[in-house]
């Protein structure tokens, strides 16, 4: 059964600095692996989508690295704002298309 | 903005109810998949519709049913409401049932079951 670790479960940083996400997995079958971030109350908004077959997904501020044979993934925030504050979720997709979600790390950037 | 919609936003019921959440879909998906989210936790996958047929199930109770209609949207139907179903539920829809592409969430419905 796969089953989607994420640490830490939250974590508080001053404005300005670069901060990593990370995430795990216990099956490597996966199709992809996504992050997203989710607001308080809110649905969820994809952040990076990267394939089984890919190593690592960039946007703006933002990194995503995957390690399947390792079952790990690393989301890297550069130069973190306020606005960044929000739950950070990580889903693997399974060998039956359907996403598996961590737990989520509750990201708060102070000014 | 994702163009997938859901109704209500907030509903609280009381337990022995039933409920029935609404999603509709992005424009050209065929896919509804729908989730639960207690609170703290990461979103759980209940089942998923594609072509008005289920396909695919998680962990959940056959009190938990749905619907997908012609048009692609999409109900969640829960009998008998206990307190533990208090949640915010999601559907998320793509193109393609099957494929590796992402799906597009909308924003939830919070369900409380006093």
């Known amino acids: 059964k796969q089953e989607v670790t994420q640490i830490p479960a939250a974590l508080s940083v001053p404005e300005g600095e670069n901060l990593v996400l990370n995430c795990s997995f216990t099956?490597?079958?996966?199709?992809?692996l996504q992050w997203f971030r989710q607001d308080p109350g809110k649905g969820l908004t994809s952040l990076l989508l990267?394939?089984?077959?890919?190593r690592e997904q960039t946007s703006g501020r933002l990194n995503a690295s995957l390690d399947k044979s390792s079952g790990r993934s690393t989301l890297y925030i550069a130069a973190s704002q306020p606005g960044d504050s929000a739950t950070y979720l990580c889903?693997?997709?399974?060998?039956?298309?359907?996403?598996?979600f961590g737990s989520g790390t509750r990201l708060l950037v102070r000014p | 903005e994702t163009g997938v919609t859901q109704s209500p936003t907030h509903l609280i019921k009381t337990r022995g109810q039933q409920v029935t959440l609404r999603c509709s879909s992005q424009?050209?998906?065929?896919?509804v998949s729908w989730y639960q989210q207690a609170l703290g936790q990461g979103p759980q996958f209940i089942f998923q519709?594609?072509?008005?047929?289920?396909?695919g199930r998680g962990n959940f109770p056959p009190r938990f049913s749905g619907l997908q209609f012609p048009n692609y949207s999409s109900e969640l139907n829960v009998n008998a409401l206990e307190l533990d179903d208090s949640a915010l539920y999601l559907c998320?829809?793509?193109?393609?049932?099957?494929?590796?592409?992402?799906?597009?969430f909308g924003p939830g419905t919070r369900l409380l079951v006093l």
């Open positions: 998320a829809s793509s193109s393609i049932a099957g494929s590796q592409e992402t799906q597009y």
């Open positions: 099956d490597s079958a996966i199709y992809n």
């Open positions: 990267i394939q089984s077959s890919q």
């Open positions: 519709y594609y072509r008005e047929e289920e396909n």
């Open positions: 889903a693997v997709m399974d060998s039956s298309y359907k996403l598996i």
């Open positions: 424009s050209g998906h065929n896919t």
